[in-house]
């Protein structure tokens, strides 16, 4: 798994984030629970946290100097190998944290890259992800891991060797124009390949990162799709024709957004959104079970806008029912926080589907109302499919 499955353990991690004024520590808490989880998808152990209330970042350290005092003890005793942070930094930052802690030090783009380059299974989704990390590199190079021992593998390090590293910004640009040639000739026969598709109706899954898209996406199209509970399980897109009745239609699985997604990862990935970019019907599929959906559903809404997609027919699917449970608290916040689960009925005729019309409420692994799903589906198909091919008309 990479270049650090041959450690004999696992390598520990901290993670790190401030607190602004903006922010209650609940919030500020999911975004470390998140951040634990990549570094857990990336194969580290979390192995504790810090957080800093600040108002702006430190532009030496991104933290305070006693916080950084505070976290050198615990690495030190605890035997931690990296430090993530949880914003992205810049090159003369990661420079002094690492003198400071002596442990090799990541933000949180560097991580995503990360775990991008150890899911690329194709060379399209490889060229990707190595574009993405050479501009992430390229403002990074003057003196950045000089005193680390890159050679020894680990979480961070996947991709351009010590050898790239040290090569002046010349050779790393033309890198970076080859692989964007690369790109574009991939691209070109992508959009052949959407060409040769015709007119059938085209539906994308689109959400959050681990929303269970590929299980449903296998659930559609009977077949077996990669899913697993990990952050970006699926990063090549996968299409595939399935058929509702007698109406056939074409579903692709695309790369899951997440929280202060990359941008480099944005932009190298255009062809994989341009799935997104030309699909006809949406779904953007919600994991109702976590306790910040509400905010991923914004960070879904705030991607497709910004990829130009946000204008398509769009079906919000609440997925994982099951596991959802209701917070009920008591009107003197002193007695203890219970919690319910609510029928089908009932999450109906929640202001969940009051604010995110239309909408339907599944559990794609344990195939609750998944019949409803696919009768609202074919319905918004086949208001496409007939204005394409009128002729068919006769057969609904």
């Avoid at 390598?11 to 470390?32: K, S, W, Y």
Wanted: proline share 3%.
């Amino acid at each position: 798994m990479g270049a650090y499955s041959t450690r004999a353990e696992k390598e520990r991690a901290i993670i790190i984030g401030i607190a602004t004024r903006e922010q209650d520590p609940d919030q500020v808490e999911e975004f470390l629970d998140e951040l634990a989880f990549l570094v857990d998808t990336a194969g580290a152990i979390p192995a504790g946290r810090f957080v800093q209330k600040m108002e702006v970042p430190n532009s030496r350290t991104y933290i305070g100097k006693g916080k950084l005092e505070q976290i050198r003890e615990y690495v030190q005793t605890h035997e931690i190998d990296i430090a993530v942070f949880d914003d992205e930094l810049s090159a003369s930052q990661l420079r002094n944290i690492e003198e400071e802690l002596n442990v090799r030090v990541l933000d949180r783009t560097n991580l995503i890259l990360d775990i991008f380059a150890s899911r690329a299974k194709t060379a399209y989704a490889k060229t990707q992800v190595e574009l993405a990390q050479y501009e992430y590199l390229l403002p990074r190079l003057a003196g950045m891991w000089t005193h680390l021992e890159r050679q020894r593998g680990g979480i961070g390090l996947r991709g351009p060797g010590e050898t790239e590293i040290e090569t002046d910004r010349r050779i790393i640009r033309d890198k970076i124009a080859n692989l964007k040639e690369q790109l574009k000739r991939i691209d070109r026969q992508m959009i052949t390949q959407r060409k040769n598709r015709g007119k059938m109706v085209r539906v994308s899954l689109v959400g959050y990162t681990n929303v269970g898209k590929s299980t449903l996406m296998n659930l559609l199209s009977k077949s077996e799709v990669f899913a697993e509970n990990k952050l970006f399980a699926t990063l090549d897109t996968t299409v595939r024709k399935v058929v509702i009745g007698n109406l056939p239609f074409l579903l692709s699985d695309t790369v899951g957004f997440i929280r202060k997604l990359p941008h480099h990862l944005v932009e190298s990935f255009k062809s994989t959104l341009d799935e997104v970019r030309e699909a006809d019907i949406l779904l953007h599929v919600v994991d109702i079970s976590h306790p910040g959906f509400e905010e991923q559903i914004t960070i879904v809404n705030q991607t497709l806008h910004d990829i130009k997609a946000s204008n398509k027919p769009t079906l919000v699917v609440f997925n994982k029912i099951d596991a959802f449970q209701y917070v009920i608290r008591e009107e003197d916040d002193l007695s203890p926080i219970t919690r319910a689960n609510l029928s089908l009925e009932e999450l109906k005729n929640s202001w969940m589907a009051k604010n995110n019309s239309p909408c339907i409420f599944i559990s794609a692994t344990k195939k609750e109302n998944i019949e409803e799903f696919r009768d609202i589906l074919y319905n918004k198909v086949k208001e496409i499919h007939v204005t394409r091919y009128p002729y068919d008309d006769f057969l609904f």
